[in-house]
């Protein structure tokens, strides 16, 4: 009873440190992750290292066998994981990993390690961050648009005719994708109000969360449920981000 207690606790509590204090010191993953939102190149380790050293004499980075010079390792909270940001994609790199790098506990690379990383590829997007939602009239936030390496936003708003409100909720109450075998439904239901471009402020490679303001659109001053088809100005496809909004002081329900 009390025995098996104390035999529980340690091995939950000691066996697991022991363990790890008996690994081998030294990388256990290389390869490509996301930190904040932003593609980076990342070196895991068994054990803690040695913040006071300076890894950046240890940790080396390649692209067609020159050295990264545009970047620094920055080590994670619990520093275990290295990580390099600011990576281009499709892009192979090379980490070189140089004898002599110390852990926390003092245990030393005895051996150089190399790891050959092609990055993946980075597929230009942009779409509405929610589906359907009400704006108080007068609210400034607009509207959530995530984007990724598309740097101008094209909006077509329609504004959707009263007596028609429970077929447009029945056909595009639940649609985020606006497909041209759509059109001729969307214009028995609402009519084109403004078309509008949005210069968006975003990073390279660095998804982006911004808000399209529309309460300077006269078009868009009238209470009601609004439709929005997103595209990026110059990208073409199949189908559009869209959703559909209302503007009222009390707010309209779909």
Do not use: C
């Not at 030294?26 to 290292?49: C, D, I, K, M, Y």
């Amino acid at each position: 009873s009390m025995r098996k207690s104390v035999l529980v606790l340690f091995l939950l509590f000691f066996i697991p440190s022991a363990v790890l204090a008996a690994l081998p010191f030294g990388p256990q993953f290389a390869g490509q992750q996301a930190v904040e939102g932003r593609n980076s190149l990342a070196v895991t380790f068994s054990r803690p290292l040695d913040a006071a050293q300076d890894i950046g004499k240890f940790l080396l980075l390649y692209q067609d066998q020159s050295p990264v010079e545009d970047g620094a390792w920055i080590l994670s909270e619990d520093e275990k994981t290295a990580y390099f940001t600011g990576i281009e994609p499709e892009t192979e790199y090379l980490i070189r990993i140089r004898k002599g790098l110390k852990s926390a506990g003092g245990a030393i690379l005895d051996t150089d390690r190399e790891y050959q990383v092609t990055t993946r590829p980075v597929h230009p997007m942009i779409g509405f961050d929610t589906r359907g939602f009400i704006l108080p009239a007068g609210l400034t936030r607009g509207l959530p648009v995530n984007a990724l390496n598309i740097d101008r936003a094209d909006i077509d708003f329609f504004r959707v005719r009263p007596d028609h409100y429970p077929d447009f909720a029945r056909a595009f109450g639940r649609v985020e994708k606006m497909g041209s075998y759509q059109n001729d439904t969307l214009h028995q239901y609402a009519d084109l109000v403004y078309s509008g471009r949005w210069d968006l402020e975003i990073k390279k490679d660095l998804r982006t969360q911004v808000n399209i303001p529309i309460t300077h659109i006269k078009a868009l001053a009238e209470p009601g449920i609004y439709f929005a088809v997103l595209r990026g100005a110059g990208h073409y496809d199949y189908q559009y981000s869209a959703t559909w909004f209302s503007i009222s002081d009390v707010g309209l329900h779909i």
